[in-house]
C-alpha cells in the first residue's frame, strides 16, 4: 500500500500528459514535466494554461464577487471554437423563432456537465458572455481536491466545442437553406 501511494502522484502526471496529448495540446506538452517533487507545480501550471484563452486576472474575480486575495480561485477559460459556436447557436436560435431559452447552449451546457467526472461542493462553472465574448468561468475554493480532474475537464470540454462546432454549423447552413426555399407563405417550395 505505501509504494502505491508514492507513486500515485507520478500515475496521475502520466495520466494528465496522456489526456493532453490526446487532445493536442502541444504547447502544454513541451514544457510538461513528470517530477513527483513538483505534482503541484505541474498540476497548477497545467490548470492556468489548460484552454487557448485563460484569463484569471481581477477583472475575472471582481465579475463574480470575489477578490485575487481571498480564499477564491476564479479563472476564465475560452476558446475560438467556444466563441464561434455560441455565434452561430444564437444565430440558429432566432433562425427558428427564438424564444427565451436556446436549446443549442442548453445542449454544450448538458454535455459539459456529462463531462464532469468528479463532484464537489468547493467547485462550481457557468458560461458567461461578457462584451459579446463567451467563456466558461471556473470557480473553487482554497479546499478543492480534484485539480487533476479539473484540467481534465476544461480540456475536454474545449475539444467537445470543436467537435460541436463543425455539427452547429451543418445544422446552421441546413437551417438557411431551408429558409431560403420558403415562400412568404411559410410552406416549403417542392422545386
Known sequence: ????????????L??????LYDHGNK????????????????????IFDAADMTDNSENVYKRHGYSQDGDVYVVSYSSK?????????????RLHGGGRDNPYIQTVRDKAYELLNFDSY?????????NRVVSLDVLWSYE???????????????????EELANIKTEYR????????RPKGGKVNAA
Open 122 to 130: 468547493c467547485f462550481d462553472w457557468l458560461f458567461v458572455k461578457k
Open 81 to 93: 471554437e467556444m466563441r464561434d459556436y455560441f455565434k452561430i447557436a444564437r444565430k440558429l436560435h
Open 27 to 46: 504547447e502544454l506538452l513541451d514544457s510538461f514535466y513528470i517530477c513527483e517533487d513538483d505534482y503541484y507545480d505541474a498540476i497548477y501550471r497545467t
Open 174 to 181: 441546413k437551417a438557411r437553406r431551408e429558409k431560403r426555399c
Open 1 to 12: 500500500m505505501r509504494i502505491c501511494r508514492e507513486y500515485g502522484p507520478i500515475l496521475e
Open 14 to 19: 502520466i495520466y494528465l500528459y496522456k489526456v
Open 144 to 162: 478543492f481536491t480534484f485539480e487533476l480532474w479539473l484540467v481534465v475537464w476544461v480540456v475536454r470540454v474545449m475539444d467537445m466545442f470543436k
